[in-house]
């Protein structure tokens, strides 16, 4: 729309960043790979800032950088279609989009930003094959979480990255050299006193955490992932799938029990 502002990153380049989306934007938004002859390589900071209107938003190939802040409180956002482009998706991002239910990180992704999910709907969440860090606070407070998918590739979990998912169920891992992680990481809020001889008296219950063959004792005795009672050993997928989803549709839900049934 005519409302919709860009602004010029590189001349020479010929590349710009969609800085400016109005509050009344409705439905689903297709960013486009260019415009007027300049590619659309970032999404600039705020840029869809209180559109909460917006339902989904496809992201072009084009595009490597999701700036702060970029969807912050779009409550009415339930799917993003990211591109294998995006290498960041910035600080605060998708905060507060607490439609947004189900998400696939792909794996061109470095980094996802401080709180980037924070307070969002999510009750999936998939980590593709090839991000490097999730930063602190992440997907905090994700209060419908269920499932998470980790890939091998990550090497840092910033502290209280989960915290605050009180209806997790499953953590499917795929590090076969787990990083230390702080003990509030995966804190749940749903804990049992064990007494167990670390003396920290503490083990998170109500979630399992699968891990890859071979490596149960390693997350033993691994800070942060030993808060987890129940730990076990992955049957050797040649993909990350969420356990229990007989259906194959990213969710663990009543339509397995339907599947399951048939």
Request: aromatic residues 10%; contains cysteine.
């Amino acid at each position: 729309g005519d409302d919709v502002h860009f602004k010029y990153v590189d001349g020479n380049n010929k590349t710009c960043e969609l800085y400016y989306v109005p509050q009344t934007a409705k439905g689903e938004f297709v960013i486009p790979k260019a415009v007027n002859g300049y590619s659309i390589v970032s999404i600039g900071e705020r840029a869809f800032l209180d559109c909460t209107e917006l339902t989904a938003v496809t992201i072009p190939e084009t595009t490597t950088t999701i700036g702060n802040y970029a969807f912050y409180g779009c409550t009415g956002l339930t799917t993003v279609n990211f591109s294998e482009s995006v290498a960041e998706i910035g600080e605060f991002a998708f905060y507060g989009c607490s439609g947004l239910k189900n998400v696939k990180i792909p794996g061109s992704v470095k980094t996802i930003g401080l709180a980037a999910f924070r307070l969002s709907g999510l009750v999936s969440l998939t980590i593709g094959e090839g991000v490097k860090e999730v930063d602190r606070r992440a997907f905090q407070d994700c209060y419908n979480m269920e499932n998470i998918v980790l890939p091998s590739s990550l090497e840092k979990i910033g502290y209280d990255a989960f915290r605050g998912c009180i209806n997790l169920n499953s953590v499917n891992s795929y590090l076969e050299e787990p990083i230390p992680l702080g003990d509030t990481t995966f804190d749940t809020e749903k804990k049992q006193n064990t007494g167990n001889k670390r003396g920290e008296n503490w083990k998170w219950t109500s979630a399992t955490l699968y891990v890859p063959k071979g490596c149960k004792e390693k997350y033993e005795s691994t800070s942060g992932w030993w808060l987890f009672q129940n730990i076990v050993e992955m049957n050797d997928d040649p993909e990350p799938t969420l356990r229990g989803d007989v259906n194959g549709d990213g969710t663990v839900n009543g339509t397995d029990l339907v599947a399951l049934a048939s």
